[in-house]
């Protein structure tokens, strides 16, 4: 599918945020005063913002309130109202540790589990889709969780827990690759089976259905080389994982050191990010011949 770069930011950002707000929630950090604001500041910046971005790719953006009413059978109208659901309960919390020292723990622990659940609703929109076998995979909302998980342990300052939570998102990674790659395959999807077409026998496209690209083409066909794809693939395990961990575990602890492995990680998340849409094979792209 096309890579559209509101949807990416959407993912990658809201995923960070509310996986920092996960964290915070259990108090992991302990923090107070100007500390917690800084914290909770990064987090609602983080998830609001991408929230935001997502809006962007709506035909009509105007139109956005509607989603909330569709909770009983769409996952996008469920993840806006867990997302609501989360930053307003996470405001009370963040206000107590802020201006009054006082750490209610229970709405913590709400807000952080809803933080959870808010992810686990993010996935589940593109894990639904059985037209996009790369995606309708029991890996896709694992590895959702495991980026928020790792990324917000990391920005939340959790050391040893987002080294491990990064070794096994990284190696998950690699088999979520290459499960992905046989999964149309596996899958079965023919322009026999697209049309509804099988028992006349074999088919081939005579010609394009249009003579010039269309909505579908634009948002649902994009052919990534084999060759580009892997270097992306090497550039996001060493960036998103490798680098961070070994900064994390074999380098003295420095702020600074701390701000370079969040920064490396933000380079592997963008990348294998831009690879879950780029890559992702849609069964539309039959019709065009592009499959």
Do not use: C
Not at 83 to 103: E, K, M, R, S, W
Not at 232 to 239: D, W
């Amino acid at each position: 599918m096309h890579p559209s770069a509101s949807v990416i930011i959407f993912t990658s950002l809201s995923g960070l945020g509310f996986g920092l707000m996960f964290y915070l929630g259990f108090g992991m950090p302990e923090v107070r005063g100007w500390t917690a604001f800084w914290f909770f500041l990064i987090a609602y910046g983080l998830a609001v913002g991408g929230l935001i971005s997502s809006t962007l790719h709506l035909g009509n953006p105007q139109r956005a309130m509607n989603a909330f009413s569709q909770w009983r059978s769409s996952w996008l109208s469920r993840e806006g109202v867990a997302a609501v659901a989360t930053l307003v309960l996470t405001a009370p919390y963040a206000i107590g540790l802020i201006f009054y020292d006082l750490n209610i723990a229970a709405l913590g622990w709400l807000s952080g589990i809803l933080a959870l659940i808010t992810i686990f609703t993010t996935s589940k929109i593109y894990n639904q889709l059985k037209t996009v076998p790369r995606w309708n995979m029991p890996l896709t909302p694992v590895l959702f969780l495991l980026y928020a998980l790792a990324g917000g342990g990391l920005m939340a300052g959790q050391t040893l827990v987002a080294a491990m939570l990064l070794l096994v998102l990284t190696l998950l990674q690699l088999a979520a690759w290459q499960m992905g790659d046989k999964a149309f395959a596996n899958a079965g999807h023919t322009l026999e089976t697209a049309t509804g077409l099988g028992h006349l026998g074999k088919m081939r496209l005579l010609e394009s259905p249009h003579s010039s690209p269309n909505y579908l083409m634009r948002e649902m066909v994009h052919v990534v080389g084999r060759k580009h794809a892997l270097k992306l693939r090497a550039i996001s395990v060493v960036t998103l994982g490798i680098f961070p961990v070994a900064i994390l575990l074999f380098l003295p602890f420095s702020h600074t050191l701390a701000l370079v492995a969040i920064a490396s990680h933000v380079i592997g998340l963008f990348t294998s990010r831009w690879l879950f849409f780029a890559e992702a094979e849609h069964v539309v792209g039959l019709y065009y011949d592009k499959r």
